[in-house]
């Protein structure tokens, strides 16, 4: 499995950025992905969710400003940030499991790199 984490930066609070996770080694069409992200300090957090059939939840911290979605034909997963606040900043990473579940118990063996996101002016 291998997940590619890219987009991440340096941003000012009200920015945007557009995250992107190149995944192989799973069924991604059937898949339910997840974004993560883990703040200095904390415990890793499951941000965003999207079922194969392209059903999204939201954690309540980021409803409203961020968008998952996904292109099963680059099995590529995408998480728009909007309205960025500092305690927005954080590594985030993806990942992709059987059902939602999975995702939620983030019940994986294998992460990626992540991308850093920093939230600052």
């Known amino acids: 499995v291998q997940l590619q984490a890219s987009g991440g930066g340096l941003v000012q609070p009200g920015g945007s950025l557009r995250l992107s996770c190149l995944v192989s080694g799973i069924m991604f069409r059937q898949s339910t992905l997840g974004w993560y992200r883990q703040a200095p300090g904390k415990q890793r957090e499951l941000v965003a969710s999207?079922?194969?059939?392209?059903?999204?939840k939201y954690a309540n911290a980021v409803k409203g400003r961020f968008t998952i979605s996904r292109d099963n034909a680059k099995s590529t997963a995408y998480l728009h940030l909007n309205s960025l606040k500092p305690e927005d900043t954080a590594v985030y990473y993806c990942?992709?499991?059987?059902?939602?579940?999975?995702?939620?118990?983030?019940?994986?063996?294998?992460w990626g790199q992540g991308t850093q996101v920093t939230v600052s002016s």
């Open positions: 999207i079922t194969s059939s392209g059903d999204t």
């Open positions: 990942n992709g499991g059987r059902n939602t579940l999975d995702v939620i118990r983030q019940n994986f063996a294998f």
